[in-house]
């Protein structure tokens, strides 16, 4: 079984990178604290830097990670080690929706996007909101920054 997250509006970086990740996140603006509960109730574990939020959470049996004056990547460095997350190198969860990707076909991608970039045979496509993934230019930065998150030993020492 998977780990599902439901992560407050003041961190929309943590929410995209764990949908890069893969998993089921669900980020929201300005949500009432009861509607918070409500969400997490169904099995997400709560990310929040809102100390009485955390509280009324925990008080209701909910998984909490408090991240109250961390950075956006020490927050997600917290969540990884914390839950052992895992990073499978293929496109599972769209960045934009939280919707789940299908693998589609060369034809199918050219149909959606009007044109295919040179070289990519595997795309993805969301299945909520249609936008089609590649591993394109970019990929190669989010490799590097999802390395970084998974090196234990790392060599900076912000403390
Ligand atoms: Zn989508």
């Known amino acids: 079984m998977s780990l599902r997250f439901l992560v407050d509006s003041m961190h929309g970086y943590v929410a995209?990178?764990?949908?890069?990740?893969?998993?089921?996140?669900?980020?929201?603006?300005?949500?009432?604290?009861?509607e918070a509960i409500k969400i997490a109730s169904e099995g997400r574990i709560l990310v929040t830097s809102d100390s009485e939020l955390a509280k009324y959470?925990?008080?209701?049996?909910?998984?909490?990670?408090?991240?109250?004056?961390?950075?956006?990547?020490?927050?997600?460095?917290?969540?990884?080690?914390?839950?052992?997350?895992?990073?499978?190198?293929?496109?599972l969860r769209c960045t934009v929706c939280n919707g789940e990707l299908k693998a589609i076909g060369l034809d199918e991608a050219f149909n959606t996007l009007g044109f295919t970039p040179k070289g990519v045979e595997k795309f993805w496509k969301c299945k909520s909101c249609g936008k089609v993934y590649w591993k394109g230019s970019h990929w190669k930065n989010i490799s590097r920054q999802i390395s970084r998150l998974f090196n234990t030993e790392s060599t900076c020492n912000d403390a």
Do not use: C
Request: glycine content about 6%; overall charge negative.
């Open 16 to 34: 995209r990178w764990l949908r890069i990740m893969g998993y089921d996140t669900i980020y929201l603006n300005n949500i009432e604290d009861d």
């Open 57 to 91: 959470a925990e008080s209701r049996g909910i998984t909490v990670i408090m991240v109250k004056g961390l950075s956006e990547q020490e927050v997600l460095r917290t969540i990884v080690e914390r839950f052992n997350l895992t990073f499978k190198e293929d496109f």
